[in-house]
T-cell receptor, first 109, second 114 residues
Framework: GQNIDQPTEMTATEGAIVQINCTYQTSGFNGLFWYQQHAGEAPTFLSYNVLDGLEEKGRFSSFLSRSKGYSYLLLKELQMKDSASYLC??????????WGAGTKLIIKP | DVKVTQSSRYLVKRTGEKVFLECVQD?????MFWYRQDPGLGLRLIYF???????EKGDIPEGYSVSREKKERFSLILESASTNQTSMYLC?????????????FGPGTRLTVL
């Protein structure tokens, strides 16, 4: 079966750095997305990785290792507004999007 | 500013009722999707459409149907609502140029079936 694993919940402190991991076992791989979803709101796109390595976008970076079936989202200089759920999703060999359950990130002052 | 809108944010229906959830996008996207989101589970695809009048079953189509009569509008229909269909329903759209493009989501409809 196809599976995407993310931690259910993480807590971090304002101003700190946090890494949210995502591991996947899918039939094939055609890319990985990260989305942010604030409570009661729509998910919004953060990043897309298809090649190994780190993609940086301001305070957010996303890393991919295809050989390990592993990605992480790195958030720096955390702000209270970063409190949200972070969803990992993988495009499989049939070009279907497989979603993880999401990681709820709680930021404390 | 791109936008996907859904007809209701909150909806309460009774078991056995026919329920219509409407989704409209203003980005001229070919692809539209209906998901449900439940605690502890990832987004699960109910149906998607890649063109007007075209529809494809997703992972959990049972108990649902869809309609896409116009490019901008994609409707989800619960033929006879049941309590296990209580959930958050999210609509999304994506341009037709590639699966690698991001999906744009609506704000969601939280449906409660009593």
């Amino acid at each position: 079966g196809q599976n995407i694993d993310q931690p259910t919940e993480m807590t971090a402190t304002e101003g700190a750095i946090v890494q949210i991991n995502c591991t996947y076992q899918t039939s094939g791989f055609n890319g990985l997305f990260w989305y942010q979803q604030h409570a009661g709101e729509a998910p919004t796109f953060l990043s897309y990785n298809v090649l190994d390595g780190l993609e940086e976008k301001g305070r957010f970076s996303s890393f991919l290792s295809r050989s390990k079936g592993y990605s992480y989202l790195l958030l720096k200089e955390l702000q209270m507004k970063d409190s949200a759920s972070y969803l990992c999703a993988v495009i499989d060999s049939n070009y279907q999007l497989i979603w993880g359950a999401g990681t709820k990130l709680i930021i404390k002052p | 500013d791109v936008k996907v809108t859904q007809s209701s944010r909150y909806l309460v229906k009774r078991t056995g009722e026919k329920v219509f959830l409407e989704c409209v996008q203003d980005m001229d996207h070919e692809n539209m999707f209906w998901y449900r989101q439940d605690p502890g589970l990832g987004l699960r695809l109910i149906y998607f459409s890649y063109d007007v009048k075209m529809k494809e079953k997703g992972d959990i189509p049972e108990g649902y149907s869809v309609s896409r009569e116009k490019k901008e509008r994609f409707s989800l229909i619960l033929e006879s609502a049941s309590t296990n269909q209580t959930s958050m329903y999210l609509c999304a759209s994506r341009p037709g140029t590639g699966v690698y493009n991001e999906q744009f989501f609506g704000p969601g409809t939280r449906l409660t079936v009593l």
